[in-house]
Every structure is written in structure tokens, then in C-alpha cells.
């Protein structure tokens, strides 16, 4: 009887980890710090910050070109626009539009598609 209700107690805890693992949202597992994993000659890093705020920086050789904003995730749809508010690089003319990807996880990579074209835009892996 006494393995029995042991055993139980096991299979519960057991339950209970594979549930609250499976539960994490993309809202979640977005925040913090990814990097470009693609061999471009500019890198880029995005901060998702848990206020719903971003910072995306391209590194170049020439400096840093960074814009800020606010970011808006659909987890139904599997949809991410940001919305830049700044932009230090004054050259670009598509500074104040918002960007629209699709989006997928895969342990820790973060795949951006364009949403339009359905093209691979980037690939992130998450600093740890």
C-alpha cells in the first residue's frame, strides 16, 4: 500500500513539471538578449524587455545603428510588429514604419520571417 501512494506522489510530482514546462508563453520566452546567428558582415542584437519595449542594434564596421520601440506579440498568429519610435540612422527611410515578422521558437533560436514574403528575414539564438 505504501509503494503504491509512494509511486502516486512520483507520478503527480512527475505531472506537474511536464505541465508547468509546457505552459512557458512566447510573451515570455521572448524576453532578453538575442543575437544574429548568421554569418552577415553586420551582426544585429534585439533586447525584448518584459514592459513590452525593444532595442534593436546593427553592428557594422561603420558604428552602431540602433532603434527602440514598443513590440506587439500575437501568440495565435504567430505575428511580431514593432513599432520604432528612434532610429539613429537618419538614412533610413522605412525608420518610423513598423516591421511585421513571423516568428517561431525553437529551444533557444528565434526565427524571423518577413511577413509579406514569408522569406527568412533572421536567425537569433538567446545570450545566456
Known amino acids: 500500500m505504501r509503494r503504491i501512494r509512494v509511486f502516486s506522489v512520483v507520478l503527480l510530482l512527475a505531472m506537474v513539471m511536464c505541465l508547468s514546462a509546457c505552459g512557458k508563453s ?18 544585429t542584437t534585439v533586447i525584448f524587455n518584459e514592459n513590452g519595449t525593444f532595442k534593436w542594434i546593427r553592428h557594422s564596421t561603420l558604428g552602431d545603428v540602433t532603434s527602440s520601440g514598443k ?55 538567446k545570450q545566456k
Open 26 to 43: 512566447d510573451k515570455k520566452m521572448i524576453v532578453g538578449t538575442w543575437n544574429t546567428t548568421s554569418n552577415f558582415e553586420d551582426q
Open 71 to 125: 513590440f506587439v506579440l500575437d501568440e495565435k498568429t504567430k505575428s511580431l510588429t514593432m513599432y520604432p519610435s528612434d532610429n539613429t540612422d537618419n538614412t533610413n527611410a522605412d525608420a518610423a514604419k513598423e516591421w511585421t515578422f513571423s516568428y517561431t521558437f525553437a529551444e533557444d533560436t528565434l526565427t524571423f520571417h518577413n511577413a509579406s514574403t514569408k522569406q527568412l528575414a533572421y536567425t537569433f539564438s
